[in-house]
């Protein structure tokens, strides 16, 4: 079985499925799926749907299958199976069919049913998927979201976020002209934004913390204007009131035209219920020390956590240092010892 396992993990990484291009990974997993014994279909917005069991409990195991942009040649190397998505997330996604496959017989004779959720354009900021899934599924008994934690330890929370476009055009002049350049009315508006953002973090830890960042920054001219863009991130803390944040980027910007988008809340789910503690037991059960983590990233977590109010957590292979790098690749012996920890929590539930 470990060398099947293995290998539906190398078909997907050798499937391109970048945000919004996902349709021909999503059909290869029904497929598989369904050879495998799933009830298994593709909805309409592409999300590959797995089903096993037909319980009354249910368990939604939540994962996406796109992937930021960029070609890494699948091979293996030293025990690392390298890919896109490797990590983020198809290692998880992997990991949630072969655990709920290794069930199949078992699950015949439970009230439970595990749902496996392949979700499409997590990494597109839009999470169409894990919407959809929102707006067919009823609220679950307990569940869980792939994303790279490593096989020792489950993903309690993480940040919001808050994208924003800035664009600025003013008269073009000579450049030996006084006054500033729309560049550097740009870079001026920039560095307001950071302190205020060092201001609001005084005394807070990193997961309380409003963390800014600049993506991108473009100028251009055409003889008659000049124009400078610039691209926002913002990483949110829980509870935190976006609508003051929104006030002062406003007020701030002068007569540049922006823009908000990205809109998620922060999440950071309980860790006193059963499914918290099924994942602490088996952990232990195959010789780790288990931990939590926080993440400053944004994931379908935020997106599903709010309307589904049962225990939730996040867990999957996978090292997120290496999420969206030009060197991504997953251990397979953690890969495996994943798989191992995910069907004994699924068996206790």
């Known amino acids: 079985m470990a060398d099947v396992e293995l290998q539906l993990l190398q078909e997907m990484l050798r499937i391109p499925s970048p945000s919004r291009q996902e349709e021909q990974l999503s059909s290869f997993l029904v497929t598989r799926m369904q050879d495998m014994g799933f009830q298994a279909r593709q909805d309409s917005v592409n999300n590959a749907i797995g089903v096993l069991g037909n319980g009354l409990k249910t368990v939604i195991l939540l994962g996406h299958i796109d992937t930021v942009a960029g070609h890494i040649p699948v091979r293996i190397e030293n025990g690392r199976l390298y890919g896109r998505g490797s990590v983020d997330a198809k290692g998880p996604m992997a990991c949630f069919i072969a655990a709920t496959y290794r069930l199949k017989e078992e699950l015949k004779g439970q009230d439970k049913k595990i749902v496996i959720v392949g979700a499409v354009e997590e990494e597109a900021a839009t999470s169409r998927g894990a919407r959809q899934a929102l707006r067919d599924f009823a609220v679950p008994d307990y569940c869980v979201i792939g994303e790279p934690s490593g096989w020792r330890a489950v993903t309690l929370g993480y940040k919001g976020r808050l994208l924003l476009d800035y664009r600025l055009r003013l008269p073009f002049k000579h450049t030996a002209a006084q006054g500033q350049s729309v560049c550097e009315d740009a870079v001026d508006y920039w560095n307001e934004v950071q302190r205020w953002c060092d201001s609001f973090n005084v005394g807070r830890k990193t997961f309380e913390s409003l963390q800014p960042s600049l993506r991108a920054f473009n100028s251009t001219s055409d003889g008659m204007q000049e124009q400078a863009i610039l691209k926002l991130g913002f990483r949110l803390p829980v509870d935190f009131a976006l609508a003051t944040l929104e006030n002062f980027l406003e007020r701030s910007a002068g007569s540049a035209q922006i823009s908000f988008s990205g809109r998620e809340a922060a999440v950071r789910r309980n860790k006193s219920n059963p499914l918290v503690r099924a994942f602490l037991s088996s952990i232990r059960a195959f010789d780790g020390q288990p931990r939590f983590k926080l993440k400053t990233g944004t994931a379908d977590m935020n997106v599903v956590a709010p309307f589904w109010r ?35 929590v699924l068996r206790a539930l």
């Open 310 to 344: 049962c225990p939730m957590v996040a867990y999957g292979p996978g090292d997120s240092a290496l999420d969206h790098t030009p060197g991504e690749y997953l251990e397979i012996a953690e890969y495996r010892k994943s798989i191992d920890v995910l069907e004994s």
